[in-house]
Nanobody
C-alpha cells in the first residue's frame, strides 16, 4: 500500500512559477512515478513520468518549462513549473505504479490556477 499527498498548488500569474511536491509513504517497489493533470471538462493527461532508470518523459506542452525530480532520502517527488500559462490550469495529481502488475496509486490532487 502506498499513500501520496500533494502540496504546493495555488494561484499564480502567467509567466510565474510554482513547485509541486508529493510525499510518498508506504511500502512497495515502485516502477514509475508521474505527474498528471486534469482541466475542467477534459480528460486526465500525463505531464511527466520518471522511470527507475532515470529516464523522464514530458508532455510536449510542458517540455522546456516543467522539471520533474525525486528525492529518495525524503521520499518525495517534485514538479517545478516555470513560465506558467493559463492553459496549465488544472488539478495536478501525483501517481506511482508498482513493479507488481496492477498496482497503481494516486494522490488527492492539488489545484493550480494560472491567471492571464
Amino acid at each position: 500500500q502506498v499513500q501520496l499527498v500533494e502540496s504546493g498548488g495555488g494561484l499564480v500569474q502567467a509567466g510565474g512559477s510554482l513547485r509541486l511536491s508529493c510525499a510518498v509513504t508506504g511500502s512497495g517497489s515502485i516502477f514509475v512515478r508521474g505527474w498528471y493533470r486534469q482541466a475542467p471538462g477534459k480528460q486526465r493527461e500525463m505531464v511527466a513520468t520518471m522511470y527507475n532508470s532515470g529516464f523522464t518523459n514530458y508532455a510536449e506542452s510542458v517540455k522546456g518549462r516543467f522539471i520533474m525530480s525525486r528525492e529518495d532520502a525524503k521520499n518525495t517527488l517534485s514538479l517545478q513549473m516555470n513560465n506558467l500559462k493559463p492553459e496549465d490550469t488544472a488539478v495536478y495529481y501525483c501517481n506511482v505504479r508498482l513493479t507488481k502488475p496492477g498496482y497503481e496509486y494516486w494522490g488527492q490532487g492539488t489545484q493550480v490556477t494560472v491567471s492571464s
